[in-house]
Nanobody
């Protein structure tokens, strides 16, 4: 059974930083592209950032470009999301996702597995 478990969310002031983690189990982690999506109340789930299987290439949404860094540790089956210069509009539930294959897709329907999410709240 595949499990993706996020951690590291919380309440932070605008301009602050957070580091999210996602621990994966039940899958061959190094065979999966890993990504982060977020969903704010009343809005659709949106792509944030993703990283290829080897970690060589990443792709991020324009709304977070330059403020987020994704990384992965294939030995620990874990993917990380470092978020800096946080804004109130970054407030959302952040979900970890896994996709079998080599390509990064920004459509949520293209991903195979999802975590339950971790809440990030940025106060102004």
């Amino acid at each position: 059974q595949v499990q993706l478990v996020e951690s590291g969310g919380g309440l932070v002031q605008a301009g602050g930083s957070l580091r999210l983690s996602c621990a994966a189990s039940g899958l061959t982690f190094s065979s999966y592209v890993m990504g982060w999506f977020r969903q704010a109340p009343g809005k659709e789930r949106e792509f944030v950032v993703a990283i290829t299987r080897s970690g060589v290439r990443t792709n991020s949404a324009d709304s977070v470009k330059g403020r987020v860094t994704i990384s992965r540790d294939n030995a620990k089956n874990t993917v990380y999301l470092q978020m800096n210069s946080l804004k109130p509009e970054d407030t959302a539930v952040y979900h970890c996702a896994a996709k079998n294959g080599a390509s990064i897709y920004d459509r949520s329907t293209s991903w195979d597995y999802w975590g339950q999410g971790t809440q990030v709240t940025v106060s102004s």
